[in-house]
DNA sequence: TAGATTGTTAATCGATTAACAATC
DNA sequence: TAGATTGTTAATCGATTAACAATC
């Protein structure tokens, strides 16, 4: 069986699909069609056929597509209709605020550990997770059914901690240290890096250079 | 002057071969070819060239680059020799990490602000800096010239504060709200987005698509 | 000079957009 | 049935890779 795989910029899309299926929901929207709302995502309607068609046929031609469903199934899509057990590691301020931040829960993805190597966070308490040491990773993660580990925690420390979690059977990393995981990881785990500093320095790019365009100009 | 804008494809690898050329400075590394850059970041030497020199020739044949040079051209382009004053608005468990975060700081991204609507949260401080609430946002920018907003607020009040932001004179947004501000913003306004929950979301589907491939094999 | 490696043009690949037959 | 809109094929556009002449 010879499967396409799916290109990276159309995964990047399903989640602003199901972002503005979800808020059309809210406003009691039953159907739309393609054209409508590539104008309210500012995109073309191709690119929403093509990109839905990839998994396959949502609508109903003369009709468009219901929005419930094709919520649902996009949401299916992403794994969204499971619950994922998470453990954050690294209990510093982004770790905290990450395990703080509720609207992650509301899309499956549950925080139920989170790990420090510093023992002065011992047993100090993230909305009622207790911050635990490394030590208890193996077996939490065993017990839990973890699947997805965050790292927020020191570039230095990412990828001997990456190590450990993979021998204790972790396959996902939500990565925020500053470095390139996924280059010395085998191809069977999955990293999605966030690099807030990297996002920053493109506003500043972009800034920038709309300041010399503006300053030409004058 | 016919100026060929750079597509952002290149501008989201500029902050990574500045990350690996920092990372080279550390070890001493004086000069380096883009074969063997190519190799340690897996990319093609040809991208490294072609994105290069889409800003001018800052290497020499035969030779190669000189990475502190070459590092130092790449800071400049992104705008990293010159201090930017940051507010956040929202001074929630988000915005208070990203206030403690110091290595912003270290790029020159200086968080001089912190504001808020919930006046429980008013005078109380975050490395120092008091939380203050959003009637003072107005005197505030224009005082500690403040370029950048970022915005730690919920999706429901994003919209109005942006609106606000523009009105104080801030022309780049750093926005984690679930929402894409860009839509309705005049173009002249940069916004670089970060949604937290469709990165998870992505990671998700990776996860998913690969443990389905995984029981095919079985 | 000979060797190495850039800067840049040309070829390829992939993603986006346009067009339209199929069909509800 | 007529109108609307999908699913899908074909055309276009842009980004990546390959190739090589220029040159240090």
Do not use: C
């Amino acid at each position: 069986m010879k499967e396409k795989s799916i290109s990276k910029a159309v995964i990047k899309r399903l989640p602003k699909y199901y972002r503005y299926l979800g808020d059309l929901l809210e406003f009691a929207v039953e159907r739309i069609s393609s054209k409508e709302l590539s104008e309210q995502m500012k995109v073309t309607s191709s690119q929403i056929r093509q990109d839905l068609n990839n998994f396959g046929g949502f609508g109903q031609q003369g009709y468009g597509y219901n929005v419930r469903y094709l919520h649902d199934e996009i949401g299916k899509i992403l794994g969204l209709n499971k619950i994922h057990n998470m453990v954050i590691i690294g209990a510093g301020n982004l770790g905290q605020a990450l395990a703080n931040y509720i609207s992650f829960e509301r899309s499956g993805f549950r925080t139920v550990g989170l790990f420090d190597v510093n023992p002065v966070l011992q047993d100090v308490t993230v909305r009622g997770i207790p911050i635990r040491m490394l030590d208890e990773l193996q077996e939490f993660i065993k017990e839990n059914k973890v699947e997805i580990a965050t790292l927020t925690l020191p570039k230095s420390k990412a990828k001997e901690v990456a190590k450990l979690l993979l021998e204790y059977g972790i396959r996902a990393l939500w990565n925020f240290a500053h470095t390139d995981l996924n280059l010395f990881l085998p191809r069977d785990v999955v990293v999605e890096n966030v690099h807030l500093s990297e996002s920053l320095m493109q506003l500043s790019y972009n800034l920038n250079s709309y300041e010399e365009k503006h300053k030409i100009k004058k």
